[in-house]
């Protein structure tokens, strides 16, 4: 999953070995000065980080800056779900489920539901089992079934499209045949 700038400023942090001041963070890891000052902040407030007492002396100035330094081996939670990340772990659980299922159960919107079953569709991921009459309610949904369980993590963009990209042009050579 993809790390927040407050999380990468963190795991910097808790990476350095020495004493290190909020440039010392931006220079490693291009972020900006109040996203390490933030992240800086919830690790003092968990107690994971404090002031050093040694501050460091400014290359061309008098001026000290505070410098600070990790306490014990501190914990990063871990990073949201992404919506996408949602909906594919809840096709995982239903195994068999409309859009309006997986939209129901998640609270992503349909639109991106839609967006992520027909790309596992065109992946053969997820089959097209047919239509479903729900009750009380006029007309009907497609009902799909997962087919491939590749295991917890949803797979990257460009897992999907290598594998449209292998069905197509499986397709292709079975039509030329």
Do not use: Y
Not at 34 to 46: F, G, I, K, Q, Y
Not at 53 to 61: F, G, I
Not at 127 to 139: A, N
Request: net charge positive; aromatic share 4%.
């Amino acid at each position: 999953m993809k790390r927040s700038a407050k999380q990468k400023a963190a795991r910097a942090m808790i990476g350095m070995k020495r004493p290190f001041t909020v440039a010392d963070v931006v220079a490693e890891c291009g972020v900006t000065s109040s996203t390490v000052r933030d992240a800086l902040s919830d690790l003092r407030s968990r107690g994971e980080a404090k002031l050093s007492d040694a501050p460091r002396m400014l290359r061309e100035t008098t001026m000290r800056t505070q410098t600070w330094e990790i306490v014990g081996t501190p914990t990063l939670p871990a990073p949201a779900p992404t919506k996408r990340q949602l909906v594919w772990t809840a096709v995982r659980v239903h195994r068999t489920f409309t859009t309006r299922d997986l939209a129901a159960s998640t609270d992503v919107p349909l639109e991106t539901v839609k967006s992520l079953v027909r790309e596992l569709i065109n992946a053969r991921i997820v089959v097209v089992t047919g239509r479903k009459q729900p009750h009380g309610q006029p007309g009907s949904f497609k009902c799909f079934r997962l087919g491939r369980d590749l295991g917890p993590d949803l797979p990257t963009a460009r897992v999907l499209r290598a594998m449209a990209k292998e069905r197509a042009e499986r397709l292709a050579a079975e039509v030329a045949s």
